[in-house]
């Protein structure tokens, strides 16, 4: 789960929905109601091509983006491995009704995964993932960042690792 090596990119695998009900971000703003996540038939086919890669020694790290969604997966990988990451949510696969930014953070849509890849295997890692959705969305950087542009706009979110982890510290 941890980031392992500045420079590596991060890829999404899966189709981000518009399933915030539920969500830690809904119980965050204290918003009731919002679609939940439902079960996802075609993630068989992602998990399978993930684990393919997996065998094949190309992920370095991969971290599920069901709870809490994209933004935490990104914060928890970065905070394991004590590294920053740079990610671009404009080229996100989504449907049609993910339009903000805060449903394409924190959606939870099962079957989605951030996965970490070294620059010199990326070629392998996406001819293992033809047939399933996936995105380059970033890479793994030496700041101690949390750096995040949005759909259309600039950038969403920029965090300090170090301020991550004094926040996540105070919820334990």
């Known amino acids: 789960m941890d980031l392992k090596a500045p420079g590596n990119r991060l890829y ?13 971000w809904y119980r965050l703003l204290d918003i009731q109601g919002g679609a939940v996540p439902a079960p996802v038939a075609e993630s068989i086919e992602t998990m399978r091509a993930l684990h393919r890669a997996i065998q094949a020694g190309l992920v370095r790290a ?6 809490g969604g994209l933004a935490v997966a990104a914060a928890e990988m970065a905070l394991a491995g004590g590294l920053g990451l740079r990610l671009s949510l404009a080229e996100l696969p989504r ?6 930014n ?11 995964f951030l996965v970490e890849v070294p620059a010199k295997e990326a ?7 033809d047939g399933v959705p ?3 969305l970033g890479a793994v950087t030496e700041q101690n960042e949390l750096r995040i542009s949005g759909l259309q706009d600039g950038e969403v979110i920029i965090a300090q ?12």
């Open 95 to 100: 449907t049609s009704e993910v339009t903000r």
């Open 62 to 67: 991969c971290h599920d983006c069901s709870e």
């Open 12 to 24: 999404v695998l899966g189709v981000t929905r518009a399933e915030p009900g539920g969500s830690a």
């Open 123 to 129: 070629a392998a890692f996406e001819e293992l993932m």
């Open 134 to 136: 996936w995105a380059c």
């Open 161 to 172: 690792v170090e301020a991550l982890k004094a926040a996540w510290k105070q919820e334990v």
């Open 102 to 112: 805060d449903l394409a953070l924190f959606s939870e849509t099962g079957g989605r």
